[in-house]
């Protein structure tokens, strides 16, 4: 009778056991993978922006785990959309916690990424954004788990701005944003670096409001203050209409913008309007093996081209996969170490990070629209 009881005991045992398993593996927890979530925008309007990030974490993992993957496990990509949007990325953030990441390439948007910032700060998760350049993600020193693979607007808004008067002789220039946390940090880098410089003026600051269905208000008061110039801070869908309105009123002004603009999304809707525009944007990596063998793995896996930050998005996944194999683990401190301390080569070059988070090395050029397509300034 003992004996039978006990069989018993540890049939129920058993059976608990497996229960659990199926369980976890219910909901996605696998044991054997090292889950690495992507935020961003992957539906909506500035899903341009987000996609080509999923598809670069995609690859990466998938040549990684072609070598074996990371600490005997594969590496899985665990995508979660949030449409650049604050209030849903505090949501998507939560989610992929709940998913057991170890690390997070994203999110896309300034915006977005500082909503969803201290909720993976207080779970230890690292960060790594290819796209979200608000200069204090890093330089305020909030954020230790914050990293990011491009330049911040500090240096952006000053890049546009010394372009608009060293190189196009601009005098008085219109600063517009959009209000945002990336838009209007933009434009105020840009306003302050004109203003110290003492060779040009801002005739106009102001924001505009997302989503209206034109921007003439603000070409009147462009006009009236007698600007030889433009300068925006935002996104493709404003500056369209912006560019556009341009156009409608015969007012030719040079219009420069940041890397929010700097897409195909801006030719397809503003056409022949985007003609001659400015924007700046990540460095070109045309010259770099790594990015070109990437591209060429995406148009092999996807038949499709690179897009908005597809080599930022390729590097935070390779710098996390370097940094997990060079740590030796997934624990927070050893892999934030090993984000510091160790150099990766990636995408957009041989890669480290500051003890701010921010990627040494990496920087903004300037492009123009000519022929329907962005070309960078020489």
């Known amino acids: 009778m003992k004996q039978a009881v006990a069989g018993g005991n540890k049939l129920v ?55 074996g993957g990371l600490l005997g496990k594969q590496v899985e990509i665990v995508p979660q959309d949030e449409q650049c949007k604050p209030e849903q990325a505090t949501n998507a953030a939560t989610k992929l916690l709940s998913e057991k990441v170890v690390a997070v390439i994203g999110h896309i948007c300034s915006g977005a990424t500082k ?163 400015y924007a700046s944007g990540p460095e070109e990596y045309s010259a770099n093996p790594v990015y070109n063998q990437a591209v060429a793995q995406l148009k092999k896996e996807f038949n499709t081209e690179p897009g908005m930050f597809f080599a930022q998005g390729y590097a935070a996944a390779q710098a996390l996969t370097n940094a997990i194999a060079k740590a030796g683990s997934t624990d927070y401190e050893a892999l934030t170490k090993a984000l510091r301390s160790e150099t990766a080569d990636t995408a957009v070059g041989k890669i480290k990070f500051d003890e701010k988070g921010d990627a040494i090395g990496v920087g903004f050029s300037i492009y123009q629209v000519k022929g329907g397509k962005w070309v960078i300034v020489k």
């Open 115 to 277: 909503a969803a910032l201290p909720i993976y700060k207080d779970a230890k998760i690292p960060v790594m954004s290819p796209s979200a350049t608000a200069t204090p993600l890093t330089q305020s020193g909030d954020y230790p788990n914050f990293f990011r693979t491009i330049s911040y607007d500090a240096i952006q808004g000053k890049v546009s701005a010394e372009f608009a008067v060293s190189k196009l002789g601009l005098k008085k220039i219109a600063v517009i944003h959009d209000k945002g946390e990336y838009g209007k940090g933009y434009a105020e880098f840009a306003k302050n670096t004109i203003e110290k410089g003492g060779k040009a003026k801002v005739a106009l600051f102001e924001g505009i409001t997302p989503g209206e269905p034109d921007y003439e208000a603000i070409l009147l008061k462009v006009k009236q203050v007698g600007a030889d110039g433009i300068v925006f801070g935002g996104y493709h869908p404003e500056a369209s209409k912006l560019v556009m309105g341009l156009a409608k009123k015969k007012m030719k002004l040079p219009f420069i913008s940041d890397d929010g603009v700097n897409g195909d999304d801006i030719l397809k809707i503003a056409g022949p309007a985007a003609e001659g525009i």
């Open 13 to 67: 045992m058993v059976l608990a056991v497996a229960m659990l398993g199926v369980a976890l593996c219910g909901t996605g927890f696998a044991a054997d993978t090292i889950r690495i979530g992507v935020g961003g925008a992957h539906t909506g309007d500035l899903a341009n922006y987000g996609l080509p990030t999923v598809k670069a974490a995609q690859l990466v993992a998938k040549e990684v785990n072609a070598k």
